[in-house]
């Protein structure tokens, strides 16, 4: 219209991830994202696949797909490049109105270099495997090997610039270089060219990290040794391929973990050594300044070591993000405390109709009943995820899901400040029976505080009675007012109804409808 006014042209701000007060927020399109994620088949990377995607993203109500490009996908000869399928999923992710995030399959995924170009795994003298402790050849490829990095690297730059072109608005919004990086069966690789690095200086980075003094590697960290130089060679090779993707484009970048076990702690080949398991991830820290977060794949179904490892991957240093989680009916309520502690996002694994299942890590057959578990959460928190995920920026959250385990007693209380609240399952709703839990574990509830003595509360199988924290106040706490409402598709808040009485008398019943609550408290002298 004139000249000059560049600079007044809508910019379209690149997603970010931003930390503040030991919180954190995935920025999208220049306000804080709440992924309601999933993630589709390992094999669903292909044209003729997505058709068999969209009905179960639709059905599912989720607004973010993550989706795998595999560098045998796009570089199939070496130096000839082919992004078709990142362009037809750009183009049916846009009509699909979501947002995605790739998931870069290429030296490692699950450990393996399978998918790989073949002129990769079948070539040990250009791209070396690892060397086992015993000195022989080790299916993974070496972290150690300059060739490999260099050639990963490259076919990931392609794809970053091909993204930068091609995707001005942002329907990418992170980016998952390589997938469960490390290592099974082997600590770390024990090649000449690692020994060598082993036995050399600790870097310095790392000291400064965990506070040590200069020396090798096993004069530094003793037992640890081994797992945390394979551990700092991996994170390493990944940020460095992190770095050249982000210097095209920065968009957020993580890795995400096949985890150990939450407590205790296992043998080093037990589990994939030197992927970001959570007792490395100050090692990850140090090694790669290009990662953003470090995320678990979460496949353990009890209540316990699920909650476990979001306590683990949540930190102030670390965004929580669940980027693969299992199908099963009883994951669905782990949605909760995701976004309760404040977590950028959460996806369950297998999310399309290409007839794979991954049972016993997820579901058996994902059957309607059990996708609509998982649909309706998405579906009650689509038109509130950018309220909800300012809140949880704010520090304004809280989130539970159903125990299983004996002694919590169907029991979970949250602290809240001036209040308590206490979430029960599996009661009649007038509350007097005790909680015997319900007949599977589905209950899940989220509470915000948005304003004075005042809470949003969603969820679902759920009963939660309020108190004020101090018992010894000399007041006793009145429901003010409950309004049962909803969240339009603009983000405001629709009133339909007053909640009092039977309703509101002996607690509050959430149950396999959809009730978003705004509760207002407040108290009188005496008791
Ligand atoms: C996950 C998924 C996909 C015997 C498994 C979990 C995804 C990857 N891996 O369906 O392969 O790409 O990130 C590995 C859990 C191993 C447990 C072995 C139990």
């Known amino acids: ?182 290592t099974y069966g082997s600590v770390r690789d024990f090649s000449p060219v690692a020994q060598k690095a082993f036995d050399g200086p600790v870097p310095q980075a790392l000291l400064t990290r965990f506070g040590k003094r200069p020396g090798n590697w096993k004069t530094v960290f003793g037992a640890d040794a081994d797992e945390y130089f394979h551990a700092w060679s991996v994170a390493h090779y990944i940020d460095e391929i992190a770095a050249a993707g982000k210097a095209v484009k920065p968009i957020p970048m993580y890795v995400n973990a096949a985890l150990a076990a939450a407590f205790g702690r296992q043998l080093a080949n037990s589990y994939a050594s030197g992927g970001p398991v959570h007792h490395v991830i100050d090692v990850y820290k140090a090694a790669a300044p290009s990662i953003d977060l470090v995320a678990p794949d979460i496949y353990a179904r009890d209540h316990g070591p699920y909650l476990e490892y979001l306590r683990l991957y949540g930190r102030p240093d670390n965004a929580l993000m669940v980027p693969e989680t299992g199908n099963a009916a009883e994951f669905a309520r782990y949605f909760y405390p995701v976004v309760g502690k404040g977590g950028i996002g959460f996806a369950p694994f297998g999310m399309d109709d290409t007839g794979y299942y991954n049972f016993p890590l997820g579901a058996r057959t994902l059957d309607a009943a059990t996708l609509d578990l998982f649909a309706r959460n998405y579906r009650m928190f689509a038109p509130m995820m950018r309220h909800w995920a300012r809140l949880a920026f704010a520090g304004k959250t809280w989130g539970v899901a159903e125990p299983t385990d004996p002694k919590a007693e169907h029991r979970q209380v949250m602290e809240l400040g001036k209040y308590r609240a206490t979430a029960t399952f599996g009661q009649y709703q007038f509350g007097v029976d005790k909680p015997t839990g319900n007949p599977q574990p589905t209950g899940g509830l989220a509470i915000a505080e948005i304003g004075p003595d005042e809470y949003l509360v969603a969820g679902f199988d759920t009963r939660v009675t309020f108190a004020l924290a101090d018992t010894k106040s000399g007041r006793s706490m009145l429901y003010d007012r409950i309004e049962e409402g909803h969240y339009d598709a603009q983000g405001d808040w629709v009133f339909d109804r007053v909640l009092n009485g039977d309703q509101t008398d002996y607690g509050l019943n959430f149950t396999g409808r959809p009730q978003v609550l705004h509760v207002k408290l407040g108290s009188y002298k005496g008791n």
């Open 1 to 182: 219209l004139l000249a000059g006014t560049a600079s007044a042209q809508p910019t379209n701000p690149v997603p970010a991830l931003v930390t503040r007060d030991g919180r954190h927020a995935l920025m999208v399109d220049g306000a804080p994202w709440l992924m309601l994620g999933a993630q589709v088949n390992n094999s669903s990377n292909y044209p003729a696949m997505l058709p068999q995607v969209w009905p179960t993203i639709r059905a599912m109500h989720a607004n973010t797909v993550e989706v795998p490009i595999a560098w045998e996908q796009v570089e199939r000869k070496e130096g000839q490049f082919d992004f078709s399928f990142l362009d037809q999923l750009l183009a049916e992710a846009r009509q699909n109105n979501v947002r995605l995030v790739i998931l870069w399959f290429a030296t490692w995924k699950n450990t393996s270099p399978n998918y790989a170009p073949s002129w990769v795994k079948l070539d040990n003298k250009r791209f070396p495997r690892m060397t086992n402790a015993k000195g022989e050849t080790h299916y993974a490829l070496s972290p150690h090997s300059h060739a490999t990095l260099e050639a990963d690297k490259r076919a990931f730059v392609k794809l970053m610039e091909h993204l930068k072109a091609a995707d001005p608005q942002n329907t990418v919004i992170m980016v998952q270089p390589e997938n469960e990086a490390g």
